[in-house]
């Protein structure tokens, strides 16, 4: 379980406090956000695996988050509303909750749907880390190891390289990683290219002739699987993934 991040989007503190508390003494760990904003942002960096949400957000309407969320990861989704319709459950599954809790509701309820839907997740638990070559992705403590050193990361720029080796060496337009890689809707490619020139410097051994984040002329950028991996051509490979579906249980 102690694998298990769970993001909390509530706009009642207390309740918001209470869901946390409780979790945290069942031992998960997690995240709080109050509105849409703080909750894309907290997303990115925390790529949860379950998140809870309430549908009514001061700043958004959470049914779009549930869509903004399958775009990125598709993590578990819990839905928290005090619409206890039959037609507001229906576009809740809809949108993209794979389960839908009315409130009031008791804690222990809560609880077991919590476990329930973790439970459903252990099998298909992402792994921890990547690992391409040289190229070390630390998905829980979300940093970066390149030849034996960490490399110090924005979270920003760690979000930009997960993307781009989500992609295993594909290219991918300054649009799609736009989409993907930022936590609100951003129409300035050269925003992709700064981040990316921040990146060169920091993982490539000239970042004027880059080897591991390579542009695409006409397309935008990809990384360079075949310039980081080992001689053996192994694919990226799951550090503990086995361990942490164990950890789960």
């Given amino acids: 379980m102690a694998s298990t991040c769970i993001q909390i989007i509530e706009g009642n503190p207390h309740l918001r406090s209470l869901l946390s508390w ?14 849409m904003m703080r909750a894309k942002e907290t997303f990115q960096t925390a790529q949860p695996n379950l998140v809870i949400m309430e549908t009514e957000l001061a700043d958004g309407s959470g049914l779009e988050l549930c869509q903004w969320l399958q775009q990125r990861g598709r993590p578990l989704i819990m839905i928290l509303s005090a619409k206890s319709g039959e037609p507001d459950v229906v576009a809740g599954l809809q949108a993209g909750a794979d389960d839908y809790l009315k409130k ?28 391409y070559g040289d190229l070390n992705i630390d998905l829980v403590q979300r940093r970066v190891r390149f030849k034996e050193q960490f490399i110090d990361l924005t979270p920003q720029e760690f979000s930009l390289i ?17 989409r993907r890689a930022w936590p609100d809707a ?23 002739q880059p080897n591991v984040i390579q542009t695409v002329r006409n397309v935008g950028y990809r990384l360079n699987i075949e310039r980081i991996q080992t001689t053996n051509g192994h694919h990226p490979v799951g550090i503990g993934a086995v361990n942490a579906i164990n950890a789960v249980g």
Avoid: C, W
């Avoid at 993307?163 to 990683?177: F, I, M, N, Y």
């Fill in 186 to 208: 951003i129409d300035n490619p050269r925003t992709v290219d700064t981040h990316v020139l921040s990146l060169r410097k920091k993982i490539e051994v000239d970042p004027r």
């Fill in 104 to 131: 009031p509701f008791g804690m222990q309820e809560f609880l077991a749907r919590v476990e329930a839907l973790t439970r459903r997740n252990r099998k298909i638990t992402a792994p921890v880390s990547l690992t």
């Fill in 162 to 178: 997960y993307v781009l080796t989500q992609a295993e060496g594909s290219p991918l337009s300054r649009a799609d990683l736009l």
């Fill in 22 to 35: 409780h979790l945290q003494q069942a031992g998960y760990r997690v995240n709080q956000s109050a509105d």
